[in-house]
C-alpha cells in the first residue's frame, strides 16, 4: 500500500471547498430543508472542510435564511455565498453572510462563445466590465472574493487570460477555473491552469481553484489535472452531488491525494475517518442513494464476493485494498457470501457463526452453497447457518408434518389441524388463532411446546403463474440463537407448516439434542 512518504510541511496543502449546500443542492429532487442543512455546514466544520458555500442567496428566501444561519454558526471554516455579476445579488450575499466569523463572497459570469452570445447576450467588453463592477463591489465588502469565468473551459485563452487579470486588479484573492459542463479532460484541464499561471501576471498572489463537473466522468481526474498545473483549492460535493452527472466527490478528491502521495505531493485538513458519516448523512437528506459500487463511500467499496479476491483478503488486506476501510469511517471489510466466493472465505464465516466442521463436510456444506448461492441473489448468514445444521443433521428430522387441515373465512374463527411424526409417534391436536397462519402455528406449538419467538413470517412465489408453488420463509429466535426454516408448496398453509417444523428441527440441532424435548423450557 502506498503511504505518505513527505510531512505536510514539505508538501502543499489544498483547499477543501464544498459545494453540496449551494451546487449540490441544485440536483433536481435534492432540496435540503434548513435543518438539513444546518446538520450538513456543521459536519462539513467538523471534519476540517476549508470553506463550505452555504448557498446562493438571492435565489430565495429560504436560501439566503440557511446562509444567513449557516454564518452563525460555523466557527472553523470560512462561509461563502455565490453571487450573479450583478449588484443585488453581491448586496444579498454580504447581508445573509454579516454575522460569518470568516465570510467569502464568490461571484462568476459567463465568459466562453456560448455563454456571451446565447445566454448574455454581451460582447467580450460589456463581460470584461461586468468583471470590474462584480469583484470591485464584493471587495467592497469582504477582502476575501473568489471569482469564476463560467464555462472557462470553452473561452477563447486571449479573453480568459485578459479577464482573470482584471478580477485580481479588482481584489479577488481566489481565482476559479470551472468546467462548468464537464467538457474537458485532464490533460487539457492541468495545461488551462499551467497557463494561466505563467501568463497572467500577478497569478501568484491569487488562490486558483478548480470546479469541475462529472458529464464525461472525467470530474476527479480534472480536479487533480489541475492541482498537478497549479491550483491549490478544489470544489467538491458529497457524494458527488451536484447538477446533471454532479461534481467532483470530495471523498474521492481527499482519499486520492491521501492515497497517492507518492506522485500527489499534496494534503488536505479533512478528516478522512468521517467521510462515510457525511455520505450517509448528505444521501439521507437529500434522498440521492449512494451507488453501491460508489468509490470510497459505496455499499460494495470494502466487499468482497470473489474467491480469488477473499482469499487474498484474508491473508493480507493489501492484496485487494489499497485503503483501510476505517480510514474513512467503515468499520471493517465485508466477505460478502455468493456464487463467486471461495473455500477460504466459506470456511470463515462458518466459523464466526459458530461452526467448524472436518474436511468432507465442509466440502459437502460447501457445495451445497454453491448450489444455493446459484438460486439465491443474497446469502444471508442465516442462509448458511440453516445449510450447514442441514449438512449436520444428516437430512434427518426428528419432526414431520404428516396433515394438515384449515378452516378459514369471513364467517368464524380460523382453524388448524396439525398431525406431526415425532420419532414415529403421530400427535394431532388442533387450534384456533388470529387468522390460518396463527392457528396453524398454535398447533404445532401445542405439540412441541417451546419459548422460541417468531421473527419473520414470509411468503414469496417461485414463479409468476397462478399454480406457482409457494416459498414460505420462518424465522424464529431463542436467547442468540437464530434458525430459518424454509418449506415449498402449492398450498401456501402446507408451505407455511413445513417451514416452521424445519425451523423447529433446526433449533433442536442449535441445542446440540437430537429430541423435541430439547424445546421445552427450563
Keep these: 500500500m502506498n503511504t505518505e512518504t513527505a510531512t505536510p510541511a514539505k508538501r502543499d496543502r489544498v483547499v477543501i471547498f464544498d459545494t453540496t449546500l449551494r451546487d449540490g443542492e441544485q440536483s433536481p429532487g435534492a432540496s435540503m430543508t434548513l435543518e438539513q442543512k444546518l446538520q450538513v455546514a456543521e459536519l462539513l466544520d467538523e471534519m476540517g472542510v476549508d470553506i463550505i458555500e452555504a448557498g446562493f442567496p438571492i435565489a430565495s428566501n429560504g436560501d439566503f435564511e440557511a446562509v444567513s444561519e449557516i454564518a452563525k454558526r460555523v466557527k472553523r471554516a470560512v462561509v461563502c ?83 482573470v487579470e482584471t478580477a485580481i486588479k479588482c481584489g479577488a484573492t481566489t481565482i476559479n477555473i470551472p468546467d462548468t459542463v464537464g467538457y474537458a479532460t485532464p490533460d487539457e484541464f492541468r495545461e488551462l491552469i499551467r497557463m494561466l499561471v505563467e501568463r497572467v501576471p500577478n497569478a501568484d498572489t491569487v488562490v486558483f481553484s ?42 474521492e478528491v481527499v482519499m486520492a491525494i491521501k492515497t497517492r502521495a507518492d506522485i ?62 476505517e480510514d474513512v469511517g467503515v468499520k471493517s471489510t465485508s466477505l460478502v457470501m455468493g456464487k463467486h466466493s471461495g473455500r477460504h472465505a466459506f470456511r470463515e464465516k462458518l466459523i464466526a457463526l459458530g461452526f467448524e466442521l472436518g474436511d468432507n463436510a465442509l466440502q459437502d456444506a460447501f457445495r451445497r452453497f454453491k448450489d444455493l448461492a446459484d438460486r439465491k441473489k443474497h446469502v444471508f448468514d442465516e442462509d448458511i447457518a440453516a445449510l450447514v445444521e442441514d449438512e449436520m443433521t444428516q437430512q434427518s428430522e426428528t419432526i414431520r408434518l404428516v396433515a394438515l387441515t384449515v378452516i378459514a373465512g369471513t364467517g368464524g374463527p380460523q382453524k388448524a389441524i396439525v398431525t406431526l411424526d415425532i420419532d414415529g409417534a403421530h400427535q394431532t391436536r388442533e387450534a384456533t388463532g388470529d387468522g390460518p397462519v396463527d392457528a396453524m402455528f398454535k398447533a404445532i406449538k401445542s405439540i412441541v411446546p417451546h419459548e422460541a419467538t417468531l421473527q419473520l413470517y414470509q411468503v414469496a412465489a417461485v414463479t409468476e403463474e397462478s399454480d406457482a408453488q409457494a416459498d414460505v420463509s420462518v424465522r424464529l429466535g431463542e436467547g442468540d440463537k437464530i434458525v430459518t426454516g424454509r418449506g415449498a408448496d402449492t398450498d401456501t398453509m402446507v408451505a407455511s407448516a413445513k417451514a416452521y417444523v424445519s425451523a423447529l428441527n433446526k433449533l433442536v440441532t442449535r441445542r ?8 421445552k423450557a427450563g
Design 81 to 163: 455565498g455565490l453571487a450573479r455579476a450583478g449588484n443585488a445579488d453581491i448586496d444579498r450575499a454580504a447581508e445573509a453572510l454579516q454575522h460569518a466569523e470568516r465570510r467569502r463572497i464568490h461571484t462568476f459570469i459567463g465568459t466562453s462563445p456560448l455563454h456571451r452570445e446565447f445566454q448574455l447576450q454581451l460582447d467580450k467588453d460589456q463581460v470584461h466590465e461586468r468583471v470590474v463592477s462584480s469583484v470591485t463591489r464584493a471587495r467592497n465588502y469582504t477582502d476575501d472574493v473568489e471569482w469564476s469565468p463560467m464555462d472557462a473551459t470553452r473561452t477563447e485563452h486571449d479573453f480568459l487570460c485578459r479577464v
Design 210 to 251: 478548480t470546479h469541475c463537473h462529472d458529464d464525461l466522468g472525467l470530474a476527479v481526474a480534472n480536479s487533480l489535472g489541475g492541482v498537478t498545473g497549479g491550483a491549490r483549492q478544489i470544489e467538491c460535493t458529497i457524494n458527488g452531488l451536484g447538477e446533471r452527472a454532479g461534481n467532483a466527490a470530495l471523498e
Design 264 to 325: 500527489l505531493p499534496f494534503y488536505t485538513d479533512i478528516d478522512a475517518t468521517l467521510l462515510m458519516r457525511a455520505s450517509k448523512l448528505v444521501a439521507a437528506v437529500s434522498a440521492f442513494p449512494v451507488q453501491y459500487n460508489k468509490a470510497i463511500v459505496g455499499k460494495n467499496a470494502f466487499a468482497h464476493e470473489s474467491g480469488i479476491h477473499q482469499d487474498g483478503v484474508l491473508k493480507n488486506a493489501q492484496t485487494y485494498e489499497i485503503m483501510r476501510p
Design 512 to 519: 446440540g439434542k437430537s429430541k423435541p424435548e430439547a424445546l
